[in-house]
Structure formats: C-alpha cells, structure tokens
C-alpha cells in the first residue's frame, strides 16, 4: 500500500470516528454536550485535526445527519421487504414501513434529532440533495405507491413522513403517550388508505 493511500485510510478512519463519537455523546449526554474540545478528548486527537475534518460543530451534525439517513433507508428497506410477499395488503407493508420509522426515532433520539430537528445545511428535495435522503425518501414512496390512489406517490409520502415525524417527535416530548403508538399507526393507515 503506497503513503498515500494509506494516508487517506487513516484520515477516512479519523474522520469516521468523529461522527461515531459526537453520535454515542449526543445519544448518552444530548446534542449541547457535544462541542469540539470533547470530541476531541473523547477521539483523542487536537482540536486542530478535528478542523481539518470538520469546520465545527455544524458540520459534525450535518454528517452525522446524513449517515442517519443511510441507516433510516435501510430500516426502512428491510421493512418494506420484509412485509412484502406477493398478494400482501399494501396497507399492511405500510404499517411495517410506519412502524421501522418511528422505531428508528425512538432507538436513535439524538440522531434523529440532527436529522429531522437541528439546522442543517442539506438541501431536501433539490438537486443537491445527497443520495442518503433521496434513498430514506424514495422507501417512503416505494411502500406508498401501491396505496396512494388518485395522488402523486411523493406528495403522498410527504404527507405520511410528515404525520410519521409529528408522532415520533409528540412522543419523544412527552406530549403524548408512547404506550398508544400502534393506535395511532393504526388510525393514521386506516384514514391513509381508505378507498375515496
């Protein structure tokens, strides 16, 4: 292996291990814990190295955000498939691909904070936007497709993601009770889908 590759292994190395550690911080301490100095000690390198990845803490978000989106898509994927044997009710992939969601919120709350929550400078639905959130993006539409009747299928899982995001975000909060989550999923499906 020549200096060079090498050389980038181990800045692709460093870099990865930033975004794993400013993740565990968020998800044990919350978000204002992670600052750039305890990253630093956490990943034990220097401030400077860590500027040489990243331009602050914004841009520590930003790509910790856009790996989430990975993971999401994936979560997602796996559900869609898992639910989807032919002759299944669409409705009932749907549910599965609604249930994957809220779960991935409620298991990953920080990081689905600096997806969904904090400021980032991702651009969402432009031609700019990264791979990662057209892939979580595209699950959506591939699980509502079969179920979006007379409306454009990425309209119509805009409006689900933005139903899906009210509910997880309602109960991260505290504001409604987590232990009716599959009533609600259900109630929501039942009015997604009913022929009109």
Do not use: C, N
């Not at 919120?105 to 600096?114: F, G, I, K, V």
């Not at 991702?122 to 936007?129: D, L, R, Y």
């Amino acid at each position: 292996m020549s200096i060079a590759a090498r050389r980038a292994r181990e800045r692709a190395q460093r870099h990865q291990l930033i975004i794993t550690a400013a993740r565990e911080l968020a998800e044990s301490e919350g978000w204002d814990a992670v600052t750039t100095r305890r990253l630093s000690e956490r990943v034990e390198y220097s401030q400077p190295v860590l500027y040489s990845h990243f331009k602050g803490k914004d841009a520590i978000v930003r790509a910790v955000a856009i790996e989430g989106f990975a993971e999401l898509a994936s979560k997602l994927r796996a559900a869609r498939e898992a639910s989807q044997e032919p002759g299944d009710d669409p409705k009932a992939v749907l549910r599965q691909v609604a249930m994957a969601y809220l779960d991935f919120a409620r298991t990953h709350s920080a990081l689905y904070e600096a997806m969904f929550v904090m400021p980032i400078a991702v651009p969402f639905a432009t031609e700019e936007t990264p791979e990662e959130l057209r892939e979580a993006f595209g699950e959506f539409v591939r699980a509502l497709e079969p179920v979006a009747g007379k409306y454009h299928p990425g309209t119509f899982a805009e409006v689900v993601w933005a139903a899906l995001h009210g509910l997880a975000t309602l109960t991260h909060d505290r504001r409604i009770p987590a232990e009716h989550q599959q009533d609600r999923i259900d109630l929501l499906m039942d009015q997604l889908t009913r022929p009109g």
